[in-house]
Structures are given as structure tokens and as C-alpha cells.
């Protein structure tokens, strides 16, 4: 019964950690059509962010959950100006810059820090299930994987900025027609997915060393992530996060963690080969 | 000039430059950097491979060092095993192509949309090289070959005489089969794109509904292309494995992002410009190597970025429509140039 919980304890803390770091690609896009290939080094120099703002003596808290987010925020801000205004409607473009992108801050920021591993030791302790140990930090990541989740929901579900945003994504002539400037929507949505990028680095900085090569380790997952689950953000990245993150957990627990990665790889390929439009192209349409 | 005229023009101005570079470079270049030319033909190859696979049917495979880091790993291990490296490249040919036609049959017969393709075909290569770096240790090994993590396989075997074991190639001997290799495959896909599979393929990236409506089979199509692309990167793997060794390296981001710098910067649909684009970048990035406390991805990311911005075209096509601007009108109609045709 214990190892019952224990092991529905570490599924549900893969799955939050899908969603934590799915989350910022799935809004960019799913809203927008953009995939960000430097989602991975966004979560990097969140999760900088995030060590640098403790160091300097911030709360740990304060730094991770505000320092990062809007750091990246920021830099997103830059980047779309910049960059990803230049190429939209030309998706494959918008990939291989991002992918430029992404390879120019892994060669600057290993010329600025260096090639070491720093991190943060990871808060909370550990609480006791029956005669199983499991650290605090899970379970706070569970809770921020709602937290986060609910908090786009009613985002875009009941704020102004949700309405607006979800109209231009559908029909950007018809809602510049009606005042809103497109330019601007998109603005904001890149920098919203990109402040969750910062978010999702600083979150799970704690778990991981941060090197500037750590993005490679989350973007191949977080693609998979948000492919498998299709457009619709929500429930996409939801569905696919359960659905993978259960198979990659279970086949860890198994065999090893990159049997479990494999594994999940090959379950998201055959669905893709049966859905090619994702989860939610298929069931769940009509949902955010 | 018709279409095969060209092409044979093109394959002579090639066969000409590899017996130069064959019948000079052996004797003029010191035995590093020879060694050196041996890696960038094999990188060449690699170009090629993405330039056909993306340039000739349109697929935009952002793994192809998938297939290129297979086709070592084969050679390695399928050498080691049999004690003779002649014997290992038919069957590194073979894990290549079939890794390459799986793949493919599972994205076209899927009907998987090109943005789609590339992050598959990326995620593919990210897990190869994850599954590569976590084989240390002695319960992984192919027969008598360890996969040996991190490090790979150092005592990848040499290149051999066919049939006899012992008489592996010198240096010089390997760069001449890797140009002969380079060449061979670039005269290839040339030949490819007369015939009629090759006119279909050009036809179903140029416009794949139109292509489709006509009657020809899209998937069929793009799964061939896919497959020899593949075939020519696991040829490019036997041979970088036999002047450097294997690696997990061989799957990574890095590699696979530079395979696709190559491509766009020399231009998508040309051939000989990626494999131009690959030497000149590869040059740039050894000297940026030298420099101290400069880190490579930084120039490879900004080189991407600006190609991305400025020249999409790439800097052949791009040259191309300059010189045909510049040049005198000729009378002829029909001068204005075909910019999507796979040209050289």
C-alpha cells in the first residue's frame, strides 16, 4: 500500500514536471504557431536567474517564483521585437532562428559563467508516506504544476486579455478590425510563454545542475510534450502530460531513467502515427 | 541547355575537383591536416545527404545525424566484431537506410505535417544520444564491442582492403575513398533527379497538394527520398568514424544543428552550395576554436540567426539571381531564372 503510494506519488511528480516544463512552448505555440526551439535555454537562464538572484541574498522563494519569470519575461520582450516579428507566418524560419537562437546562448552564456555546474540545494526537506520517504519539493512542484495550470485557464478564460487574445489567435484580421492591435497580442502572449520558460528553469533548477547546456536536457521532452497533445493548450498539454509522463515514471521505476525516456519517445511516436494532429485534434476540441 | 546537359556538366566540374583534390592534396598536406580533410569530405557527405533530403523532396529533417551517428556505431561495432572493416560498411549501410525508411514510414505514412517532421526527426536524435551517453559500463556491449558511454568506442577499427583483415588503409588511402565516396554521391542525386522518382520528388516539394491531385503517391515519394538521404549520412558515419572515432557526440544538438546551418546558409535546393557552406563553416569554426575563451556555438547560433534573417535563400541562390541580374539580358524568353529548380 506504502509502494503503492510511493510510486503514484513519483507518477504524479513526472507528470507535474511535464507540465511545468511544457507549459511556456504550449501557450507560444499553441497560441501563435511558433515553435520556440530556445525554449530550453529560456529555462536556462531562468533557472540562472533564479541561482544568481539567491546568491545575492534573495529568498529563495522570491527568486524562483518573481525574479525568474520576469527576467525572462523581459528578455523575451527583446527577442520577439528583435527577431520573432520578422518571420511570422513563416514557421519553419521562425524554427531554425529560434534554433540559431538557442545555440548562440548556450556558446554566450558558457563564455560568461564558464562550463561549471552551480545550483541550489533544493527546500522543504523531506515528509514521511507509512515507511517511505519523499522530498517536500515534490509534492510543492505538484501543487505549482495546478497552480500554474489553473492560473492560464482563467487566464484566458475570464480576463479581458484571455478574450482578446484567444480572438486574434483565431481571426487576427477580424479583431484588428475591431481595435485590437494584433502586433501587440502577440507581443504579450510570446512574453507570457517566455516568462513560464523562466518559471519552469527556476522551478526545477533546484532538481538539476545549471549549466548552460541544460536546456537540452528538457526541449526534446517538451516538444514531444506539446506535439503529442495538439493545439489546444490546456487540455493538450494536460492529456499528453499525463499520458507520457506516467509511461516515462513507470518504465524509470522499471528498468532506469533513460530506458523510461525511450520509452515514453516511442509511445508518443506511435500516437503521433495514429493521431498525426495531436491529443486534442482528435478528442477534446472545443477545449483551451 | 537541358536538364541532363547540366547535370553533366555539373558532374564533370566535380569529377575534375575531386581528382584534383585527390591526385594533390595526398602529398601537399601534412598528416593532421589531411586527417582533417578526410573529417570535412565525410561532413560534406553529411551536408549532402540533408541537402537532398531537404532540398529535393522538401523534408525537413532536423535529425539527420541520427543516421550519421548509427552508421558509425554499426561500422564500430559490426568491425570490432568481425575483425574486419570492409565487411562493416555494407552492414552500417544497411542499420543507416533501415533506420531511415522505419522513420520515414512512420512520419509520411502518418501524414505528419513538415514542422512536425523536424521535431520528431530532432527528438530522435536528442534520444539516440541520451540512450548513447548512458551505455557505459559492461553490461553494455554488441558481441565482443562495448558501447562505452561517454567515450564511445576508441578502438573503432580502421578501413581495410576487402578481404584482407590486415592490410588496413593508410591515411592518404581513406581521404582518396572519401572523396571518391563524396563524389560518387553527388553524381548520384544528380542522376536521382533525372529520373523520373527525382522530377516527382522536386514536384511533390514545390507544391505536395497539386502533386498529390495529379496522381503521384506523396509518401511513396518522400519515404525514398528520406531513405537514400539516410543511406548517404550512415556513409558519412563510416567514414568520420574511421578518422575520428565513435561517439555519443555524433548525435548531438551541436552536430545535428550544424548539419542544418550548412544547408540553409549554402541554400536549400542547391547542392553544392551546402557542401561549400560545410568546409567554409567548419574552417571558421576550427579558427574560432583557437580563440581563447570564444566558444563556437556562439558563431554557429549567429551565423544561423543571420542566415535565417538576411539571406534565407542561401548565399548560392542568392549569388546566382545576382550574377543573372547582372549579367547582359539575353533575348532569349525565359531567361528569368527557376529559383525553386534544384540547381547545382
Known amino acids: 500500500m506504502d509502494l503503492a503510494l510511493a510510486v503514484g506519488l513519483q507518477v504524479l511528480t513526472g507528470v507535474a514536471m511535464l507540465v511545468i516544463v511544457s507549459l511556456g512552448l504550449a501557450v507560444v505555440f499553441g497560441m501563435m504557431r511558433v515553435i520556440n526551439l530556445a525554449h530550453g535555454e529560456f529555462m536556462m537562464l531562468g533557472a540562472f536567474a533564479a541561482v544568481l538572484a539567491s546568491g545575492a541574498g534573495l529568498s529563495l522563494w522570491v527568486a524562483m517564483l518573481v525574479v525568474a519569470p520576469v527576467a525572462v519575461g523581459l528578455f523575451g520582450l527583446v527577442v520577439e521585437r528583435l527577431l520573432i516579428r520578422r518571420l511570422y507566418g513563416r514557421m519553419v524560419d521562425t524554427m531554425l532562428a529560434t534554433w540559431g537562437l538557442s545555440l548562440a546562448l548556450v556558446g ?3 563564455m560568461l559563467v564558464g562550463n561549471s555546474v552551480s545550483g541550489v540545494s533544493a527546500p522543504l526537506g ?11 519539493y515534490d509534492l510543492f512542484l505538484i501543487g505549482a504544476a495546478v497552480a500554474l495550470s489553473l492560473g492560464v485557464w482563467a487566464a ?15 481571426d487576427a484580421e477580424t479583431a484588428s478590425a475591431l481595435g485590437v492591435a494584433p502586433d501587440r497580442v502577440y507581443a504579450a502572449t510570446f512574453v507570457a510563454g517566455a516568462a513560464l520558460s523562466g518559471l519552469a528553469g527556476a522551478l526545477l533548477a533546484p532538481l538539476s545542475g545549471v549549466v548552460p547546456t541544460m536546456g537540452a536536457a528538457y526541449i526534446a521532452r517538451a516538444f514531444i510534450t506539446v506535439i503529442t497533445g495538439g493545439a489546444a493548450i490546456l487540455a493538450g498539454t494536460l492529456s499528453a502530460s499525463g499520458l507520457l509522463g506516467t509511461v516515462s515514471t513507470l518504465g524509470t521505476f522499471l528498468s532506469t531513467p533513460v530506458l523510461g525516456e525511450v520509452a515514453m519517445l516511442a509511445v508518443a511516436i506511435v500516437l503521433l502515427r495514429l493521431l498525426p494532429r495531436g491529443i486534442t485534434g482528435r478528442v477534446f476540441r472545443r477545449a483551451l | 541547355m537541358t ?17 584534383a583534390a585527390v591526385t594533390v592534396l595526398p602529398g601537399a598536406l601534412e598528416l593532421f591536416a589531411l586527417i582533417n580533410a578526410t573529417v570535412w569530405a565525410a561532413m560534406a557527405l553529411l551536408a549532402l545527404s540533408l541537402a537532398f533530403a531537404w532540398g529535393a523532396g522538401g523534408i525537413l529533417c532536423f535529425g539527420q545525424t541520427a543516421f550519421f551517428g548509427l552508421g558509425g556505431y554499426a561500422y564500430a561495432v559490426a568491425g570490432i566484431n568481425f575483425g574486419d572493416g570492409a565487411l562493416a560498411v555494407p552492414v552500417a549501410l544497411a542499420v543507416a537506410t533501415l533506420a531511415a525508411a522505419a522513420l520515414g514510414w512512420l512520419m509520411f505514412y502518418g501524414r505528419v505535417g513538415d514542422v512536425y517532421m523536424g521535431v520528431i526527426t530532432l527528438t530522435v536524435t ?8 548512458s551505455t557505459a559500463g559492461e553490461q553494455w556491449r554488441i558481441g565482443a564491442a562495448p558501447l562505452g558511454g561517454f567515450n564511445g568506442i576508441p578502438q573503432t577499427p580502421p578501413l581495410n582492403w576487402p578481404g584482407e583483415p590486415d592490410n588496413a588503409l593508410t591515411p592518404e588511402q581513406v581521404f582518396v575513398f572519401a572523396v571518391l565516396c563524396l563524389f560518387g554521391c553527388y553524381a548520384a542525386v544528380k542522376l536521382v533527379l533525372l529520373t523520373r522518382f527525382g522530377r516527382v520528388a522536386v514536384a511533390i516539394k514545390e507544391n505536395e497538394l497539386r502533386a498529390e491531385l495529379l496522381g503521384y503517391d506523396v509518401r511513396a515519394h518522400r519515404l525514398g527520398v528520406f531513405t537514400i538521404g539516410g543511406a548517404m549520412a550512415g556513409l558519412a558515419g563510416v567514414l568520420f568514424a574511421n578518422c575520428v572515432f565513435v561517439s555519443p557526440t555524433m548525435f548531438s544538438l551541436a552536430y545535428a544543428g550544424q548539419v542544418v546551418i550548412w544547408v540553409l546558409v549554402g541554400g536549400v535546393g542547391t547542392f553544392a552550395g551546402p557542401m561549400a557552406a560545410c568546409v567554409a563553416l567548419q574552417a571558421l569554426t576550427a579558427w574560432a576554436g583557437t580563440v581563447p575563451g570564444f566558444d563556437p ?19 548560392l541562390p ?20 527557376r529559383p525553386m529548380a534544384p540547381a547545382e
Not at chain 2, 550574377?323 to 525565359?334: E, I, K, N, T, Y
Request: charged share 15%.
Open chain 1, 126 to 136: 523531506s515528509v514521511a508516506i507509512g515507511g517511505f520517504r519523499t522530498s517536500g
Open chain 2, 297 to 315: 556555438n556562439l558563431l554557429l547560433g549567429g551565423v544561423l540567426l543571420l542566415a535565417v534573417v538576411a539571406v534565407p535563400r542561401g548565399l
Open chain 2, 3 to 19: 536538364a541532363a546537359g547540366r547535370a553533366a556538366l555539373h558532374i564533370g566540374a566535380a569529377a575534375a575537383l575531386a581528382a
Open chain 2, 126 to 133: 536528442l534520444i539516440l544520444f541520451k540512450f548513447a551517453n
Open chain 2, 318 to 337: 542568392t549569388a546566382q539571381s545576382l550574377l543573372v541580374r547582372l549579367r547582359p539580358r539575353p533575348r532569349r524568353r525565359g531567361a528569368e531564372e
Open chain 1, 156 to 170: 484566458l478564460r475570464f480576463t479581458r486579455w484571455g478574450l482578446v487574445a484567444r480572438g486574434t489567435m483565431q
Open chain 1, 108 to 110: 554566450g552564456m558558457t
